[in-house]
């Protein structure tokens, strides 16, 4: 009975492997309360930048090759973006529909023009991710070949547990 168990899992984790590419625990607050500090997340690939889009957390290496970080898509390519006293401007049109964003209104930021292929990314807790310079407001818009993958969910600890899609 114990190797019929012991076989069990191993199948079951061989499963959950072979659906996602990778699993990454998340070590920072930025992104909170949506993804919180010791939440272990589900990455999946991105093949191209179609499968992007504008509210996606995705996982990526910053423009310096430092540590991966997850962050939301806030810009897209092409755009124009500003923040003003916590309101985000895409191409001067406020943005109110990336609803996971906690604005700060205190947080401001100049005008960035996002280059084809690169995308403008920050954390939900604004405030933070800005001050802690760990988003595109500081190492600036992040190239396509930088974004290892998709968050696609939180599968622990079991309170926290949701799908991302």
């Known amino acids: 009975m114990i190797r019929s168990l012991s076989g069990l899992r191993t199948s079951v984790k061989m499963r959950i492997s072979s659906r996602h590419d990778m699993f990454f625990m998340v070590h920072q607050r930025t992104m909170e309360p949506a993804i919180c500090r010791g939440d272990k997340l589900v990455i999946s690939r991105i093949k191209d930048e179609s499968?992007?889009?504008r509210g996606d957390?995705?996982?990526f290496r910053d423009n310096f090759g430092s540590a991966c970080n997850i962050r939301?898509?806030?810009g897209m390519p092409g755009?124009?973006?500003e923040i003003k006293k916590g309101h985000v401007f895409?191409?001067?049109q406020e943005l109110n529909e990336v609803a996971e964003v906690k604005r700060d209104f205190f947080s401001s930021m100049p005008v960035h023009f996002i280059i084809p292929g690169r995308?403008?990314?920050i954390g939900d807790d604004m405030n933070m991710s800005m001050k802690s310079r760990q988003d595109s407001s500081y190492f600036g818009p992040v190239p396509f070949k930088n974004i290892i993958?998709?968050?696609?969910g939180i599968y622990w600890p079991p309170e926290h547990a949701k799908y991302l899609l």
């Open 51 to 53: 499968h992007i889009k």
């Open 57 to 59: 957390v995705v996982f």
């Open 72 to 74: 939301r898509v806030l």
């Open 79 to 81: 755009e124009m973006i």
């Open 90 to 92: 895409i191409n001067n």
């Open 119 to 121: 995308y403008f990314l």
């Open 149 to 152: 993958g998709k968050v696609t």
